[in-house]
T-cell receptor, first 116, second 116 residues
Framework: SAVISQKPSRDICQRGTSLTIQCQVD?????MFWYRQQPGQSLTLIAT?????????ESGFVIDKFPISRPNLTFSTLTVSNMSPEDSSIYLC?????????????FGPGTRLTVL | DQQVKQNSPSLSVQEGRISILNCDYT??????FLWYKKYPAEGPTFLIS?????DKNEDGRFTVFLNKSAKHLSLHIVPSQPGDSAVYFC???????????????FGKGTLLTVNP
């Protein structure tokens, strides 16, 4: 399976600022995903990032708030813009392993964000 | 509206005994189900999956059972070991109107504690 790293692993930010989270994969992957896990909640898909095209956002998430870049097949960034305390969550990127017969996604270690 | 539900937030078992984690879903279009394990400060790790064409899948100490008529699946761990202590997430995917094969819908997780 792919090895996925994320930076930063955690951060504490002030209200109104923005944070960019990086996701690096050790192999080329077509599809990368960004999830959010708010305290006590399930993992929720924010958007799907394909290289060379605009990210596809899930209901309730918009590009202005969560701009995503996907410059190549091994890297993606998610920016949390104009942060508020409600954005305090763990943000995870994942990739789909197309070498497997079925659909499995593999996750990075996550970025724990606290907004004051 | 939660489409994947894990109604037990926590479960405690003795080492060597069986652990049974349950998951219910409401969307009949889900056709692929996965279990993930998550340790603190790490991303979820894929554990085992099952397609809707099967009712059982086994991998070592882990077995997943699927009851489509009841829209219920369970993960059995036997024998349970202290290292199995983690949060277990149930996830589902499927082709349905407005959805996509790769979108995973997660439950909120069950914290399993295996006592020595």
């Amino acid at each position: 399976s792919a090895v996925i790293s994320q930076k930063p692993s955690r951060d504490i930010c002030q209200r109104g600022t923005s944070l960019t989270i990086q996701c690096q994969v050790d192999s080329q992957v077509t599809m990368m995903f960004w999830y959010r896990q708010q305290p006590g909640q399930s993992l929720t898909l924010i958007a799907t990032a394909n290289q060379g095209s605009e990210a596809t956002y899930e209901s309730g998430f918009v590009i202005d708030k969560f701009p995503i870049s996907r410059p190549n097949l091994t890297f993606s960034t998610l920016t949390v813009s104009n942060m508020s305390p409600e954005d305090s969550s763990i943000y995870l990127c994942s990739v789909e392993d197309l070498t497997l017969a079925d659909v499995e996604q593999f996750f990075g270690p996550g970025t724990r964000l606290t907004v004051l | 509206d939660q489409q994947v539900k894990q109604n037990s937030p926590s479960l405690s078992v003795q080492e060597g005994r069986i652990s049974i984690l349950n998951c219910d879903y409401t969307n009949s279009m889900f056709d692929y189900f996965l279990w993930y394990k998550k340790y603190p400060a790490e991303g979820p790790t894929f554990l085992i999956s099952i397609s809707s064409i099967k009712d059982k899948n086994e991998d070592g100490r882990f077995t997943v059972f699927l009851n489509k008529s009841a829209k219920h699946l369970s993960l059995h761990i036997v024998p349970s070991q202290p290292g199995d202590s983690a949060v277990y997430f149930c996830a589902a995917s499927g082709s349905y109107s407005g959805g996509s094969n790769y979108k995973l819908t997660f439950g909120k997780g069950t914290l399993l504690t295996v006592n020595p």
